[in-house]
């Protein structure tokens, strides 16, 4: 999962925004993109900040979360990333939403 998806992730249970990416394992992708304008555009997880330049977040289009866990602080939602995926499954669990 590339860094910048948590500029577009809500909670689905309380609606929070942004979610707190904690990170277990973050690999580097090679891209020749030529980066004009940051990737994030609400909210950059590298900073974890609504504050986004451009020189720092350039690194969430080369930065690939490979493990790790996503958390709402405020209800306490969290859902995993796996081998590079978001769990996404988790995240329309029904037994999630009743609990
Ligand atoms: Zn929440
Ligand atoms: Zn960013």
């Given at each position: 999962m590339r860094r910048w998806a948590l500029d577009l992730l809500v909670c689905p249970?309380?609606?929070?925004?942004?979610l707190l990416l904690v990170e277990h394992e973050v690999r580097n992708v090679e891209t020749k993109m030529k980066i004009?304008?940051?990737?994030?555009?609400?909210?950059c997880s590298l900073t974890n900040s609504?504050?986004?330049s451009l020189d720092k977040c350039v690194r969430c289009i080369q930065e690939e979360v490979v493990s790790g866990e996503i958390l709402c602080e405020k209800c306490g939602f969290r859902t995993s990333i796996r081998s590079g995926v978001l769990f996404i499954t988790d995240f329309q669990s029904p037994e999630e939403l009743q609990t």
């Open positions: 249970r309380c609606g929070e925004f942004p004009k304008a940051p990737p994030c555009s609400s909210y609504k504050d986004i």
